[in-house]
């Protein structure tokens, strides 16, 4: 059964820093990445990382920030520092079994094959 199961989502005050994670199972996926939507805003793609490597945020988390994976334990990881209170949104991690690139994968998430619940990050001023 395919699942992707998020976790460290929470509240934190600007300038403090969480760590989410994405358990991925089922699958070997080839192309993993962050999504974010807060309440009235379309669906904004944060970070994504592809097979090769390469990774690639969205401008408004450049330098904040850093995704990763653990291939042996088949989990994605946001380390997201200095957090602001727009970055407060429901966390969605996605992937994919084809070795997308990093930027199609951002620019594309309704051809993505599968996605998590979601966990909620707020960040109050």
């Known amino acids: 059964q395919v699942q992707l199961v998020e976790s460290g989502g929470g509240s934190v005050q600007a300038g403090g820093s969480l760590r989410l994670s994405c358990a991925a199972s089922?699958?070997?996926?080839?192309?993993m990445g962050w999504f974010r939507q807060a309440p009235g805003k379309e669906r904004e793609g944060v970070a994504a990382?592809?097979?090769?490597?390469?990774?690639r945020y969205a401008d408004s988390v450049k330098g904040r920030f850093i995704v990763s994976i653990d291939n042996a334990k088949n989990t994605l990881y946001l380390q997201m520092n200095s957090l602001k209170p727009q970055d407060t949104a429901m966390y969605y991690c996605?992937?994919?079994?084809?070795?997308?690139?990093?930027?199609?994968?951002?620019?594309?998430?309704?051809?993505?094959?599968?996605w998590g619940q979601g966990t909620q990050v707020t960040v109050s001023s």
């Open positions: 996605a992937a994919d079994r084809r070795p997308l690139g990093s930027w199609w994968f951002l620019e594309n998430p309704g051809k993505l094959g599968s």
């Open positions: 990382i592809d097979s090769a490597g390469s990774r």
């Open positions: 089922g699958y070997t996926y080839n192309s």
